[in-house]
């Protein structure tokens, strides 16, 4: 890695302190030779009323889907989606963005897809580094267009297909399964977060045996991940999950889930853990496939 | 890239002189260049009356916005032409809710409040930002002119 990790004590407990950087780590470094800060929100325009010195904007919505398929961009498209944005495969990459970095958390896992060697996350994202009255500017910084590889993008060890949840559902002992949105949407008593669109989903429950640990658990009031710690205390002392369980995250469209699959993946170490990104707008609308209303969990292997 | 087809398919078809302007600037522009303009709207959103200001439970929540975000609807009576006028509430950190709404406040501004009523539910997705904003965020701003023309309506059914 060409970028020194951050040593913050709370980072080093952490499975993977090299995915995590500190607000205070990163205003060190800000226009260091390899180091690319990346800003993704759930707002297209908040990047341009104004951003860390230095950073590009990266669209979840507009940039890395692909605008025909329910999908993502191929290696062809990330290619020259990064090309474009003066990425190279070198490059360290810090991503941050909005609404304690859903949409940053989302961002760093397509990156996982194509297997950038080197992204992190900044640690409580936006709102933190604005709170701390750090510099931020409307200033736009067009980085020279890099020569970034075609890579294939490869699913299959952190993203789930409905295909795989069934599968996951007929597993010996059943596959855990987690679920991180609100209680009410795991009940079925509403199928979209409060205060969102309603977003189309015919039914409201959730995937038989996924235990109910809504993604916000795992964020301290500032934003920035809880400790390991406590951390461990929620998903392996409360909900009995092992770091060798093979685990799938859900949500709704993918977003919030990918803020625990940072969590369990890199954070706590588990070895296999997906995230299943069409999520309940595909299950809730699926054809034949069981749920489960109501706060119990139910279970695993039967229902399927 | 044209509008949404009727009957005749030029994206102003249909709108008030204010409104059918700002659609003509938002598709005069390069793709790109047309949230550069949202942006413009997001700042010039007009401060609050102060009736409201610390009173939001005044006004109607958005819910179809991903924000934080609450409307207010004027009707003056008949003899100011039962003149419209909006208020809304946006946060900062929310800028292209706030884009929406500023495109709404003054594409609507003193309008009768029939001709509010009658503006074709498709107005948002004239202004070709569909692609550059990406569908579910449009939702927002369909939501709020929904909730517009039904403030409207009370206020002059009464």
């Given at each position: 890695?060409?970028?020194?990790?951050?040593?913050?004590?709370?980072?080093?407990?952490?499975?993977?302190?090299?995915?995590?950087?500190?607000?205070?780590?990163?205003?060190?470094?800000?226009?260091?030779?390899?180091?690319?800060?990346?800003?993704?929100?759930?707002?297209?325009?908040?990047?341009?009323?104004?951003?860390?010195?230095?950073?590009?904007?990266?669209?979840?919505?507009?940039e890395?889907?692909?605008?025909?398929?329910?999908?993502?961009v191929?290696?062809?498209g990330f290619?020259r989606l990064m090309a474009a944005k003066?990425?190279?495969?070198?490059?360290?990459?810090?991503?941050?963005?909005?609404?304690?970095?859903?949409?940053?958390?989302?961002?760093?896992?397509?990156?996982?897809?194509?297997?950038?060697?080197?992204?992190?996350?900044?640690?409580?994202?936006?709102?933190?580094?604005?709170?701390?009255?750090?510099?931020?500017?409307?200033?736009?910084?067009?980085?020279?267009?890099?020569?970034?590889?075609?890579?294939?993008?490869?699913?299959?060890?952190?993203?789930?297909?409905?295909?795989?949840?069934?599968?996951?559902?007929?597993?010996?002992?059943?596959?855990?399964?987690?679920?991180?949105?609100?209680?009410?949407?795991?009940?079925?008593?509403?199928?979209?977060?409060?205060?969102?669109?309603?977003?189309?989903?015919?039914?409201?429950?959730?995937?038989?045996?996924?235990?109910?640990?809504?993604?916000?658990?795992?964020?301290?009031?500032?934003?920035?991940?809880?400790?390991?710690?406590?951390?461990?205390?929620?998903?392996?002392?409360?909900?009995?999950?092992?770091?060798?369980?093979?685990?799938?995250?859900?949500?709704?469209?993918?977003?919030?889930?990918?803020?625990?699959?940072?969590?369990?993946?890199?954070?706590?170490?588990?070895?296999?853990?997906?995230?299943?990104?069409?999520?309940?707008?595909?299950?809730?609308?699926?054809?034949?496939?069981?749920?489960?209303?109501?706060?119990?969990?139910?279970?695993?292997?039967?229902?399927? | 890239?044209?509008?949404?087809?009727?009957?005749?398919?030029?994206?102003?078809?249909?709108?008030?002189?204010?409104?059918?302007?700002?659609?003509?600037?938002?598709?005069?522009?390069?793709?790109?260049?047309?949230?550069?303009?949202?942006?413009?709207?997001?700042?010039?959103?007009?401060?609050?009356?102060?009736?409201?200001?610390?009173?939001?439970?005044?006004?109607?929540?958005?819910?179809?916005?991903?924000?934080?975000?609450?409307?207010?609807?004027?009707?003056?009576?008949?003899?100011?032409?039962?003149?419209?006028?909006?208020?809304?509430?946006?946060?900062?950190?929310?800028?292209?809710?706030?884009?929406?709404?500023?495109?709404?406040?003054?594409?609507?501004?003193?309008?009768?409040?029939?001709?509010?009523?009658?503006?074709?539910?498709?107005?948002?997705?004239?202004?070709?930002?569909?692609?550059?904003?990406?569908?579910?965020?449009?939702?927002?701003?369909?939501?709020?002119?929904?909730?517009?023309?039904?403030?409207?309506?009370?206020?002059?059914?009464?």
């Amino acid at each position: 890695m060409s970028t020194p990790l951050d040593t913050d004590a709370k980072l080093a407990a952490y499975a993977h302190p090299e995915k995590l950087v500190t607000t205070a780590w990163l205003a060190d470094r800000l226009g260091d030779e390899g180091l690319v800060v990346v800003e993704s929100d759930e707002d297209v325009l908040l990047w341009d009323t104004g951003h860390i010195p230095g950073s590009v904007k990266v669209d979840w919505h507009t940039e890395l889907n692909d605008p025909v398929t329910r999908d993502y961009v191929d290696g062809e498209g990330f290619a020259r989606l990064m090309a474009a944005k003066g990425i190279s495969r070198e490059d360290t990459v810090v991503i941050y963005g909005d609404k304690n970095n859903w949409w940053a958390a989302y961002a760093l896992w397509v990156f996982t897809l194509f297997g950038h060697p080197d992204v992190r996350l900044l640690d409580g994202g936006r709102a933190k580094w604005i709170a701390e009255g750090r510099e931020t500017t409307t200033e736009v910084t067009q980085r020279p267009a890099t020569d970034y590889p075609v890579v294939q993008r490869e699913d299959g060890p952190v993203r789930a297909f409905k295909e795989d949840v069934l599968a996951h559902l007929r597993a010996p002992g059943g596959g855990k399964l987690v679920d991180v949105r609100s209680p009410q949407e795991y009940t079925g008593e509403r199928t979209h977060m409060p205060d969102y669109p309603e977003e189309g989903t015919v039914r409201g429950g959730h995937i038989p045996g996924a235990d109910s640990v809504p993604w916000a658990r795992a964020a301290a009031e500032d934003g920035t991940f809880k400790s390991r710690e406590d951390l461990e205390a929620i998903y392996q002392g409360e909900k009995g999950l092992s770091p060798d369980d093979e685990v799938i995250a859900y949500c709704r469209i993918g977003e919030r889930s990918s803020h625990t699959w940072f969590v369990l993946s890199q954070l706590l170490g588990f070895g296999a853990v997906r995230n299943y990104d069409g999520s309940w707008t595909e299950w809730g609308n699926a054809v034949r496939v069981p749920i489960v209303k109501g706060p119990e969990k139910g279970s695993t292997g039967t229902t399927a | 890239m044209s509008g949404p087809a009727g009957l005749d398919d030029t994206p102003t078809a249909g709108l008030p002189p204010a409104m059918a302007g700002i659609v003509e600037d938002f598709q005069a522009l390069p793709e790109r260049e047309r949230l550069q303009l949202l942006l413009e709207f997001s700042q010039g959103l007009k401060p609050l009356p102060a009736e409201f200001e610390g009173h939001l439970e005044k006004m109607e929540r958005v819910d179809e916005c991903q924000s934080p975000v609450f409307i207010s609807v004027d009707v003056e009576g008949p003899d100011a032409g039962n003149a419209v006028h909006l208020h809304v509430s946006a946060p900062p950190e929310a800028p292209t809710t706030r884009g929406f709404a500023g495109v709404l406040q003054e594409g609507l501004e003193g309008l009768p409040a029939q001709v509010v009523l009658d503006l074709p539910g498709d107005v948002c997705h004239r202004l070709g930002l569909d692609q550059a904003v990406s569908p579910l965020r449009m939702r927002g701003m369909t939501g709020m002119l929904a909730r517009v023309k039904r403030q409207v309506r009370v206020a002059t059914a009464a």
